[in-house]
């Protein structure tokens, strides 16, 4: 079974910068869509950013212009940079893939993804 392992979280000040790591143990990774889904405490699960495997992109409205999600698929692995941090940007962060062959397409809805890792935390604050 596929297994996704996120890294890269911790304490930032607001404005400040990090980058969250997604590994995937599958070996046709080149392949997979993924995508980075956020949730803070009491709210539920959020839609941040996809990369499809042809490498098309999108983003949340309110993580556009500060985050960027980017692939390098001989590593296996999907970053997302993340700068001007906010406060609100506070929560953990997931990433999810699903197998789309070679595709433009980003799935969006949390219930189209097939794996989820176990999440990193990312807080925000001064």
């Known amino acids: 079974q596929v297994q996704l392992l996120e890294s890269g979280g911790g304490l930032v000040q607001p404005g400040g910068s990090l980058r969250l790591s997604c590994n995937s143990s599958g070996s046709i990774f080149r392949f997979y869509a993924v995508g980075w889904y956020r949730q803070a405490p009491g709210m539920q699960r959020e839609y941040v950013a996809g990369i499809s495997s042809r490498g098309r992109t999108n983003y949340a409205d309110s993580v556009k212009g500060r985050f960027t999600i980017t692939r390098d698929n001989t590593k296996n692995t999907v970053y997302l940079q993340m700068n001007s941090l906010k406060p609100e940007d506070t929560a953990v962060y997931y990433c999810?893939?699903?197998?789309?062959?070679?595709?433009?397409?980003?799935?969006?809805?949390?219930?189209?993804?097939?794996?989820w890792g176990q999440g990193t935390q990312v807080t925000v604050s001064s």
């Open positions: 999810a893939s699903k197998v789309t062959g070679d595709s433009l397409y980003v799935p969006m809805a949390i219930s189209e993804w097939s794996q």
